[in-house]
């Protein structure tokens, strides 16, 4: 529900939240960029713990609305081989006003990156390597 | 002493080091996801000097590393995210 | 440049920005909703002073973009008649990181809504009112 | 006394209630907005209560309300704005 293999449709995401009383929406896109760290980056793998991701995400979601509750929101995160400029996730948060629907989009983003277990595996010149893994112990 | 049977998921590096998906283990009675992490520690030298376990779920819920596991118990270890 | 009387395509805005550096975009789209102050709304007519809104969101992202040097943004906004969904402004903000982008967009649509001369008549079935003018002397 | 043109744009509310686009203005020599301003409030009701005239702009830049007008400037009153 939260996850695809599929590359990501954003306008559909917006399609689906949008109410005719909202006055705004804010997407937020995570796409894949060339660096990372000063290396250069050409594609990466997300792998994912899928169950349990989809429950925190969910949870996330849920959060996020008892927080905001007159914002729609929705979300979707890409798993696989992903290349430069393509889409990871996609957050769209509607609201009647767009302060709301800023802030609901951006705590969505910042949560997301905290606890669901998703991971990426960045491919470059240089090699592969899973990202956050090295340095930890 | 008694023994129960535990699925051990591997994800992202831990996949990689493990070399596999997943693993039943038989663990005796007590055992902790701590206990399973130090056994992997002894196993795969690449895990030695990761003395702490990372973050741990038991049945795709967040746990404490000292819980005591149970029979039928589906654990993983979850390296840092990088979702989004 | 920065006005149009069609609708808003935010693809290809969103295409227009975006460079292989770049890790996150936000967009910002401003909808028509069916409400207002408690009052109804079916449809908006947006005027503008053109050569001078087009200078204004010129020197908006202008200064916008000296502010966040890393950050690529685009901007659009409609005019004419516009009913409940359809979007009056777009406004993309592509960074390395999303921080500058989330930053970057909101400061834009906040800076628009000062200053450039833009106006909006909104009609439902209590009548007609130019938005700010009543209560204003 | 000199007399100098000013092309005057209509926008939004002002456009109704003047009922036009635009107007040419002939007026004295030393002329401000302010001077335009009031003499729109004497012509057209709706207007009279607005004491001070709103955001003024010259030549597409936005401007003082008592900056002198020259020959040839093109003045708009700018309604409170409500783009985005």
Redesign the interface.
């Given at each position: 529900m939260y996850l695809t293999d599929a590359p990501i449709n954003p306008t559909a995401l917006v399609q689906k939240v949008l109410r005719p009383s909202d006055g705004a929406y804010v997407l937020f896109e995570g796409v894949v960029r060339n660096h990372h760290h000063g290396k250069a980056v050409e594609s990466i793998f997300y792998d994912a713990y899928r169950p349990m991701a989809e429950r925190e995400l969910e949870k996330i979601v849920r959060e996020i609305e008892a927080k905001f509750p007159e914002t729609a929101l929705a979300v979707v995160h890409r798993l696989g081989h992903l290349v430069v400029g393509d889409s990871s996730i996609a957050i769209v948060a509607a609201s009647a006003h767009r302060a709301e629907a800023f802030d609901a989009c951006r705590m969505m983003i910042d949560r997301i990156k905290e606890t669901v277990p998703i991971w990426k595996k960045e491919r470059g010149p240089d090699g592969e390597e899973w990202v956050g893994w090295q340095g930890r112990r | 002493m008694r023994a129960m049977k535990v699925r051990l998921?591997f994800?992202?590096?831990l996949?990689?080091i493990a070399g596999t998906d997943e693993r039943e283990l038989t663990l005796r009675d007590g055992a902790t996801a701590r206990d399973v992490w130090n056994a992997l520690r002894t196993e795969f030298a690449r895990l030695t000097?990761?003395?702490d376990p990372?973050m741990t779920?038991v049945n795709?819920?967040?746990a404490e590393p000292d819980q005591v596991l149970r029979e039928g118990d589906e654990l993983?270890f979850?390296?840092?995210?990088?979702?989004?």
């Open positions: - | 998921l994800f992202a590096v996949r990689d000097d990761y003395i990372p779920a795709e819920e967040y993983a979850i390296p840092p995210v990088a979702g989004g």
